[in-house]
């Protein structure tokens, strides 16, 4: 690593012998322990069932499987891979909804350890005795793995997906700029960007990993003189990439590509202004500005942007105390933010997970403003701002919910190492207090009340259903596939109705339509959806509504199909039963002459045929 300049603490790093592999004992261990639990407290049966969201990849994964071509045979606003990647639960001796939930836990698992992995190592945060820096490394990852998994659905999607697979790559790509530098490091660089392309195909925002990825290591090529070795990394790690945009062309798909990628235009919206109007609303906002101004004062003050090349502020020692101080209270208000996040009256996606953003963003620039930092250390706070800011750009979930843990965990690492690394003092007291017994008891504890009001805040705030306690009905009545599921009055009702009728209507097999929601049920019933989009909704077309009229005249111009409507909002009628408006629907309108209703007097269906 680096060596600190003068007036900085030498970092006390001493590995343990054979840690990597008692790191991978450690977190197998408690995976099992963490899968004994869930599964005992039939945790994914309890998070409930909305026939909205969830299903949604399955659909695509079961349009996939039937051999229909991506962008052309349907609509998707998102490159495929998530619902490549999610096939597999198709060929898993396991109910489908069950086997796609325990995925999700599973990509939880790994990317939380991985991550906390990465941040421990560069940050040389496992110091002293192996049982020590297990210790630690446990801990911190259950921490980041509930504080993730804890607080919102646990059912595929692109996102979740899409930052799996960015964390595998920078497990691999940030060895790129270890201490050899002399290296490109080629297959750290190739399997980096391959698992960075695949993200991207998962969801689109995240392509800035991929290009940032790119010009890093083109830039490090240039510099050892080794631009042919560094290209030719980049075109294998991109292969994913030149794969997907291959069979598109060959499939003649590439224009309906482009055109489903670019309908939406909801950058601005999600990517910036939301995020001007939540740093300006945090609750810390004033502590917020006023500690980016003093800090910025101080490096303009200490001049050292014009003498110093690695810019790093000496801090005097007041500076030293007033830092040290101001980063133990950002430490304490991440722990207060994540506990509160989960004891909350009302689930609010928003407002916490926005105030560890901004702690995260103003720990970093303190760190980068007072500390010399080795590549590796740069990439990877910066990458966890980055991660955390395009999984954020979506009009669904326009915040850094899905990585809760990772900003959590990185503000109690950096922040905790920043401190040591400015104040002697303070090292040489948490260094001895965090090797007591008394230390690891607390922790203990505290890690127990933390995962209770986890599991908690799961069955309190179930994902647009009821929490488990009120939760009636098993929806293995209904399929098998749904498992144990257990859900609402409302809901078991409405599947109840939904496959009563497509029982009482031998025709409907391949040849009908649930609108507006409800994708789910064309792998549940094994039955191929002849429109274009498995989940009706206006947000999932933008940009692509004439080539859904299209396909779907094509479709009514070829055979007559069943076309079932909700009458009730089925995202609310786990609450309540509200009749449905459909005037933002205009698809319906375009097919309205055609239909024929038949009289069917269910609660919550209306059934159209087409002429």
């Known amino acids: 690593m680096q060596k600190t300049k003068p007036g900085y603490p030498e970092e006390k790093f001493y590995a343990p012998k054979n840690i990597k592999v008692l790191f991978c004992v450690g977190t197998v261990l408690i995976s099992f322990l963490i899968i004994f639990l869930f599964y005992h407290l039939d945790y994914v049966e309890n998070e409930g069932f909305n ?6 990849i399955l659909a695509q994964s079961y349009r996939l499987i039937n051999g229909e071509i991506p962008h052309k045979d ?7 891979f998530s619902g490549i990647f999610h096939t597999l639960h198709f060929f898993i001796p396991v109910p489908l909804e069950i086997s796609a939930r325990w995925s999700v836990v599973m990509q939880y698992l790994l990317l939380s350890f991985l991550w906390v992995y990465m941040l421990g190592k560069v940050f040389l945060f496992f110091r002293g005795k192996a049982a020590q820096s297990i210790f630690i490394f446990l801990t911190a990852g259950i921490f980041t ?3 993730g998994l804890g607080n919102y659905n646990i059912f595929p999607w692109t996102t979740i997906d899409a930052l799996f697979f960015t964390t595998l790559g920078l497990f691999f790509f940030y060895h790129c700029f270890g201490d050899n530098k002399s290296k490109i490091h080629f297959f750290s660089a190739v399997t980096g960007i391959f698992f960075f392309s695949i993200a991207a195909l998962c969801r689109q925002s995240f392509v800035l ?27 294998l790690g991109s292969s994913p990439l030149l794969f997907y945009a291959s069979y598109l062309l060959y499939h003649d798909a590439m224009p309906l590509f482009i055109q489903q990628m670019t309908g939406r235009t909801e950058f601005v919206q999600t990517g910036i202004v939301r995020f001007v109007y939540q740093f300006f609303t945090a609750k810390l906002f004033i502590i917020n500005a006023a500690t980016l101004l003093i800090f910025l004062y101080f490096f303009i003050k200490s001049k050292a942007w014009l ?13 030293r105390k007033f830092t040290s101080g101001i980063i133990f209270f950002y430490i304490c208000a991440s722990i207060v933010f994540t506990f509160y996040f989960f004891l909350q009256k009302e689930q609010n996606i928003f407002n916490i997970p926005f105030e560890l953003f901004w702690i995260t963003l103003v720990l970093t620039f303190i760190t980068f403003m007072t500390l010399p930092l080795h590549p590796q250390q740069k990439i990877l706070i910066l990458s966890g701002i980055v991660i955390a800011w395009i999984s954020s750009i979506s009009l669904g979930d326009n915040s850094p919910i899905f990585v809760v843990g990772n900003l959590a965990v990185q503000n ?10 400015i104040s002697p003092k303070s090292d040489s007291i948490v260094y001895k207090f965090q090797t007591s017994f008394f230390f690891r008891i607390v922790v203990v504890f505290a890690l127990s ?8 805040s799961q069955r309190k705030f179930n994902y647009r259903d009821l929490e488990s306690s009120k939760l009636e009905a098993c929806l293995c009545a209904v399929s098998e596939e749904f498992g144990t599921i257990r859900t609402n009055k409302n809901t078991f009702e409405y599947y109840s109705e939904l496959t009563n009728i497509f029982a009482r209507f ?5 040849s009908f339509v649930s609108i507006p929601n409800n994708a789910i049920v064309y792998p549940l019933l094994d039955s191929k959806n002849p429109f274009p989009l498995d989940w009706m909704q206006p947000d999932e077309y933008v940009g692509s509504e004439n080539i859904l009229y299209q396909k779907i005249d094509s479709v009514l111009n070829k055979k007559n199909i069943y076309v079932l409507v909700d009458i009730y909002d089925s995202k609310k009628m786990a609450f309540m039963l509200v009749n449905k408006d459909y005037s933002d629907y205009k698809y319906l309108k375009h097919i309205d002459k055609r239909l024929i209703e038949i009289p069917l007097n269910e609660k919550h269906f209306k059934l159209y045929k087409t002429n």
Do not use: W
Request: charged share 15%; proline share 4%.
């Open 209 to 235: 990993v991929v290009v940032i990825a790119i010009v890093l290591l083109f830039l490090k090529g240039i510099r050892l003189r080794k631009k042919t070795l560094s290209l030719f990394s980049i075109i």
């Open 74 to 80: 349907f609509i998707s606003i998102r490159p495929v």
């Open 412 to 421: 109690l690492l950096i922040g905790f190492y920043t401190m040591l690394r």
């Open 449 to 456: 009340g933390f995962i209770v009001s986890c599991i908690y």
């Open 506 to 510: 031998p025709g409907m097999e391949n």
């Open 145 to 147: 793995f509930f504080s």
């Open 51 to 56: 026939p909205s969201d969830d299903g949604v």
């Open 307 to 319: 003498y110093n090349t690695l810019r790093f502020i000496h801090l005097t020692e007041k500076q």
